[in-house]
């Protein structure tokens, strides 16, 4: 199977940056859309961005502007730079990625664990 690892969350007050990371690791044969999600307490878990393999990028309306998903496809990972950071963003940020593996050329759907950002105002 494919696991993803996440690193890059934390604190920062309103008006800071931060950048998340994910890697994909296992017996990828090819990853097509990467992205990133986010839940808040009490809420559902809804799309922040994505990227397909050729580099078309998607972003929910709430960030667009601030936020810009990039990834390299040669290291299976995917980047998320948000800037100008509102309390709003907070939440745990997931890493998802579509793609296939192994020599049968399965399809998987992998999730990261999940990496807190927390805006303070």
């Known amino acids: 199977q494919v696991q993803l690892v996440e690193s890059g969350g934390g604190l920062v007050q309103a008006g800071g940056s931060l950048r998340l990371s994910c890697a994909a690791s296992?017996?990828?044969?090819?990853?097509?859309?990467m992205g990133w999600y986010r839940q808040a307490p009490g809420k559902q878990r809804d799309l922040v961005a994505n990227i397909t393999s050729r580099g078309s990028t998607n972003y929910a309306d709430s960030v667009k502007g601030r936020v810009t998903i990039s990834r390299d496809n040669a290291k299976n990972t995917v980047w998320l730079q948000m800037n100008s950071l509102k309390p709003e963003d907070t939440a745990v940020y997931y890493c998802?990625?579509?793609?296939?593996?192994?020599?049968?050329?399965?399809?998987?759907?992998?999730w990261g664990q999940g990496t807190q950002v927390t805006v303070s105002s």
């Open positions: 998802n990625a579509d793609g296939h593996y192994g020599r049968s050329y399965s399809h998987f759907s992998s």
């Open positions: 296992g017996s990828i044969f090819s990853i097509d859309d």
